[in-house]
């Protein structure tokens, strides 16, 4: 039985690592591997032979398509060739259908003329049917690419193998739609014009529901140049879309567009005040009731207006959405005359939901025209009407503020995200901050201002410039370049590092955010004993402001001495008149950030609220006192006492007096686990596995040896006291008695007489 145990047990090490990551593969092909694709190119016998080097894949490479091709009678230029250093810049906006490969690899060979032909197909495609009569103007909005802002590209992972990693490319060729910079999808399925066309449609529709011919489309063979402009296909597909709907939206596309063209035509200066979003014609949501939405009442409602929409995707069965449920009607009730709310059965509107990409039940999204936010929060009546009421705020478009203005600001609001503009801001630089409203719904404010009094207060001397302001201390987006500034991507990225309050509250939806990467201090208090609260939650605040202007003073002098050790360098080198030494000393390059070392962040929690989790967790119980644990959420521990051993308590002293002894290495104060033993167990062999994986992996195999060896032994000696049988008046063949002649002659007996 032991013997089964412990291989069993060496079984499941061995293959955790394979369950734990699985390999991956391709669904049609037995594809190379890149190391395979790229030591390997050589052609089979029997082989039909296709050209290395350019023309194997790449579409728009040197020999293949450097000159423009013409597809129904339409010029394509040449397929984008995206390299490691383009890649950023080029994928940052819009979607893109990117396919690695390699030169050498024969699938990548094969696919090739499908790929060319199904780019071209596309980009000569119309979005809105043709006219008999219609304008240069026109035509040139009417192209595919301007339509749906969706693009096909090509990666050579020979010549740029570290892009191809950083993609976790495993095999040749593979497809993967990117959206504003970043992988949202993968192409699975066959790779022939069929079964890529069917991923680009699926795409398009999400990206405009409604907007894709119901019945399909009729496609080009491979390499053809041509194929009947608004055939019907030979199978029509089976899809519940409404051209008339995706016509619609397209025609109001191509009037908005021509009308922003004639109006850019006529004033050529972009210098631009910011716009003021337009009013809808009618109150929104004038029953106070929730709206039965459809694939074509969503298409006509929701996505061809500017008009916000909170809507829920549910099915009937689902228990939380049950739940949910009543909650819903009654916040739609009270948001009446204020935001329009909806809701859609995805039992019933499969495609539709399909579209919005929802995964999980129920799903709630906040819509402005062709934008959204996914909504994560608690789904409590108040939760969702103070969602609401703040994404109301957001409909109205970022507010312009003067120093009046945002003093009030600031009292009620404790995240402000201000933008410093002049009479050389550009329209693309409002669009681009308009643009971020949406992902900041709940998190902060977002506001605007040409003030002179707000410009001296926080020293902008340059403009654009964008600051937060965290309870009155202002941090700065250092990125000062106009481009850089309209970086939607980058932008947002920083305002989500620093999007929370100083001392933000733990809730279920910020808790992962607020807790992992860092030490925590947390301080756990009742809001049952008022004047307690207030004046704890001011304690931990000034404790987490002073101590990041201690931490801002010490990064500030490591960078000085870092220079001046720099500095001590070049003059000792011209003293000695050492150009070799003069050189090393001037390409040393100081690259310190405040974010290098593991940070420090303050929260606190309700004690009553999350009086379970505290317990389990921290052993803590809010009914004895408040109190502060400092939290290591990366590996499982806290603190709760100071050097004295005393617990820590809500009181500036001894919080900042607890918190260097904690961050020491090592830690001057014992920690405890926040986890149980088994736990403990776990996750110390995982944080193992994954520093020293080779010396883990040999420490398993030794193991899994040495245990299966004495498991054997175990069984060959039988511990002592083996089973016993007579044969030929001798005893026990098990007893461990016998010698080995012994044992040799009564196996042999036993067979024979078998």
């Known amino acids: 039985m032991q013997l089964f145990l412990s291989r069993a047990l060496c079984s499941l090490i061995l293959l955790s690592p394979a369950l734990a990551k699985p390999a991956a593969i391709d669904t049609q092909h037995q594809l190379n591997t890149v190391e395979e694709s790229l030591a390997e190119p050589k052609a089979k016998v029997g082989d039909t032979k296709l050209e290395d080097g350019p023309k194997a894949g790449a579409t728009n490479s040197e020999l293949v398509s450097r000159a423009p091709t013409k597809f129904n009678g339409v010029e394509v230029p040449p397929m984008r060739e995206l390299s490691g250093e383009s890649f950023d810049k080029e994928t940052k906006n819009g979607h893109w ?47 595919f690419t301007r339509f749906y802002d ?46 890529l066309s069917a991923f680009v449609e699926e795409t398009l529709e ?72 337009k009013k809808p014609s009618s109150p929104p949501n004038p029953l106070g009731t929730a709206v039965s939405l459809t694939q074509e009442s969503f298409q006509k409602l929701v996505t061809n207006t500017q008009d916000p929409w909170f809507v829920k995707f549910y099915v009937p069965w689902c228990h939380h959405c049950q739940a ?14 204020k935001l329009n709310v909806g809701e859609v059965n995805c ?14 039940y129920p799903t709630i999204h906040f819509f402005r025209g062709g934008e959204r936010v996914e909504y994560d929060g608690l789904r409590g009546l108040g939760d969702l009407v103070s969602y609401a009421k703040k994404a109301l705020d957001v409909g109205s478009g970022v507010q312009q503020v003067n120093a009046e203005s945002f003093k009030k600001m600031e009292e009620t609001e404790e995240v402000i995200f201000l933008y410093f503009y002049d009479h050389a801001t550009t329209s693309e630089d409002f669009e681009a901050l308009e643009r ?127 220079r001046d050790a720099k500095q001590l360098r070049l003059e000792e080198a011209e003293d000695r008149n050492d150009e070799r030494a003069k050189r090393a000393a001037k390409s040393i390059h100081i690259d310190i950030r405040e974010d290098d070392k593991k940070q420090v962040g303050f929260a606190w929690a309700d004690g009553v609220f999350w009086e379970r989790w505290i317990r389990t967790t921290y052993g803590i119980n809010v009914n004895d006192g408040e109190k502060v644990i400092i939290n290591d959420e990366d590996n499982h521990r806290y603190w709760d006492t100071t050097i004295s051993g005393a617990p820590i308590v809500p009181s500036r002293t001894s919080i900042l007096e607890t918190i260097p002894k904690v961050i020491a290495s090592p830690s001057k104060i014992s920690s405890k686990s926040s986890t149980g033993l088994i736990q403990r167990v776990f996750f110390g062999l995982r944080g193992a596995s994954s520093s020293h994986p080779w010396i883990s992996l040999g420490l398993l195999v030794g193991i899994c040896v040495g245990t299966s060896v004495w498991g054997r032994g175990w069984m060959r000696r039988g511990n002592g006291k083996g089973g016993y049988f007579q044969l030929d008046g001798k005893e026990g063949l098990l007893n461990g008695g016998g010698n080995r002649k012994d044992l040799g002659v009564a196996l042999a007996a036993l067979v024979i007489s078998n």
Request: proline share 6%.
């Open 324 to 337: 949910l449920a009543p909650s819903w009607y009654q916040m739609a009730k009270e948001l009446q005359g």
């Open 206 to 277: 999400s990206i405009r529901p409604g907007s894709r011919p119901k019945e399909g489309l009729k496609l080009p063979e491979p390499a053809a140049t041509s194929v009947e402009a608004g055939a019907r296909p030979d199978q029509p597909a089976k899809k519940d879309k409404d051209p008339e709907a995706g016509k619609a939206a397209a025609e109001k596309h191509m009037e908005n567009a021509a009308a922003e063209e004639t109006a850019s035509a006529k004033s050529p200066a972009k210098v631009a005040k910011p716009k003021k979003e």
């Open 347 to 360: 039992d019933v509107e499969t495609r539709l939901c399909k579209d919005v990409r929802v995964k999980a």
């Open 97 to 143: 259908f990117i396919k690695h490969y390699s030169p050498y690899c024969g699938h990548c060979k094969a696919v090739a003329p499908t790929w060319q032909t199904l780019y071209e197909f596309y980009y000569t495609s119309k979005p809105v049917p043709a006219r008999k009569k219609s304008s240069s103007e026109t035509d040139s909005l009417n192209t």
């Open 436 to 562: 971020l409203t949406l992902s900041l719904i709940g998190h902060a404010k977002l506001a605007k201002t040409d003030d002179k009094e707000l410009a001296d207060r926080f020293k902008i001397s340059t403009w654009p410039r964008l600051l937060v302001s965290r309870d009155g201390r202002p941090s700065y987006y250092n990125v000062l370049a106009p481009k850089d500034m309209r970086d939607f991507r980058q932008v947002l990225t920083w305002m989500q590092s620093v999007w929370q309050p100083i001392v933000p509250e733990l809730t279920a939806s910020n808790s992962r955010e607020i807790m992992k990467g860092k030490y925590v201090v947390l301080g756990i208090l009742s809001r049952e004993r008022t004047s307690e609260f207030e004046e704890n939650r001011r304690e931990i605040k000034n404790a987490a402001l002073e101590w990041m202007e201690k931490q801002t003073h010490a990064f500030q002098l490591e960078r000085q001495e870092l």
């Open 150 to 195: 969706f693009h096909f590209a090509s990666v050579d992972c020979v010549a740029y193998g570290d892009l191809c990693g950083k993609h976790s490319v495993t095999a040749f060729p593979t497809f993967s739609l990117f959206k504003n910079g970043t992988v949202v999808n993968g192409f699975e399925g066959k790779k022939d014009m069929a079964g």
